[in-house]
């Protein structure tokens, strides 16, 4: 009876203890096959994509190796990746690393939502709970040429600064397109504006959401095809691209 009591009450600190852990996710824009290191950890196997359990919560030095830089005495020198990662408390970071162009495009995900999309087969919901502003792009993308950004009737500098302040003060990209929407209800937009607002967001499932709502507001639409420049990854680019087609 003493040793039923005592492991219920194990189980009782054990399980906040579970719950407060954290996982990451990591793999290549073009799924290739890595190996990765934490913390200076180094795991032991090969695969496109590597997940991490019962990580701490916080930040933790991550390494990513190519598949032919696999060799034990030699990897320390050829990582591909060399970075900090900040994990969160009940979520799994989900890392996709491109290292042609040195884009790295980071998500959060609670796990008990991702574990459950992953046996359903359901597509991970890429509005992150926890944003932890680590998206890196050092190759900006080419803003939109346009000769006719400021046109009478649509919206001001004022208001479009106003916008900014408030679309900044939102943690996530879906958050941000619903005040976005909300807004700009009865404004009409520019190309050019429109390529201002993507920059407000942090990841691109955000950035095409958008921009497929904004495109019936937008007045200057031959222009709009300019906007591809915006994205960084080729998936989001072709998507963007069809969205144009099926409004000609």
């Known amino acids: 009876m003493k040793n039923r ?7 009782s600190f ?26 200076g950890r180094f795991f032991n196997k090969t695969g496109t994509s590597i997940t991490v359990g019962d990580l701490p ?33 009940g979520n799994i970071t989900i890392l996709v690393y491109d290292p042609e162009r040195d884009v790295l495009d980071i998500n959060e995900e609670d796990i008990y939502n991702y574990q459950n999309n992953q046996n359903n087969n359901q597509p991970i919901n890429n509005n992150s709970t926890n944003n932890n502003n680590a998206t890196r792009n050092d190759y900006n993308a080419i803003p939109p040429t346009v000769n006719n950004a400021n046109i009478s009737g649509t919206l001001n500098k004022e208001k479009t600064d106003n916008l900014k302040n408030k679309v900044a003060d939102k943690v996530s990209d879906l958050d941000k397109v619903k005040v976005l929407q909300t807004e700009l209800a009865s404004e009409k937009i520019t190309t050019a504006q429109v390529g201002e607002m993507m920059d407000w967001f942090v990841f691109e499932s955000g950035k095409i959401e958008f921009v497929k709502w904004a495109y019936d507001k937008t007045i200057d639409k031959d222009n709009f095809g300019n906007l591809e420049s915006k994205f960084s990854y080729k998936n989001y680019q072709d998507e963007f691209l069809d969205f144009i087609k099926s409004k000609k």
Do not use: C, W
């Open 14 to 39: 054990l399980g906040p203890i579970v719950q407060a852990q954290s996982m990451l996710k990591v793999s290549l824009s073009d799924k290739s096959p890595i190996n990765i290191s934490v913390d």
């Open 5 to 11: 009591i005592f492991a219920v009450i194990l189980f």
């Open 57 to 89: 919560p916080g930040r933790h030095s991550i390494r990513i190796y190519a598949p032919n830089e696999n060799n034990y005495s030699n990897r320390m020198h050829h990582a591909i990746l060399d970075d900090r990662i900040k994990t969160f408390v």
